[in-house]
């Protein structure tokens, strides 16, 4: 059963495909390994006990205070067959956190034009990740470049082959 701090099913799914190649086709197996821990992930998040530090007297601890309406957030879509798509996570000291850019102009000075991104509202990231901080406009060098443009092609025929 997966726990926290193991490989979640969007980081065993790039190692796969980074050993393997972005065109071959995962056995079942493996596929049903992805699932099963992101329904573990999903589970975890729902009430995994986490106790965030006490926030400082003048900061608010609202979901939502302080972001912009919209983020444009690192993504790319499941390749295991399923619905949606994966956010890209970075850790921080142990920690992983969602990282948004408040243009898609800053995401890409940052991770480059290869990279997968959604618009996300406060509220979709707090829905889906409400466990996990946002960091905003990450100072350079937080987050590593992660696609190139022969990954993403291998993505696209993917999943327009599979």
Known sequence: MWEPGQMTSAQMQ????????????PPTDVVAQWRATAAAETAHSANDGVVAPPAPADVSTEIGVGLPDALVVPAHPHVDGSAGFGVELIEIDGTQVVVGYTSVDKLVAQLGSSQPWVAMTASDIAATHATRPIVVDPAPGIVHVNWSDERLAALRKVLTDG
Request: aromatic share 24%; no cysteine; proline share 0%.
């Open 14 to 25: 790039d190692e796969w495909f980074e050993v393997h190649g972005w065109a071959a086709t």
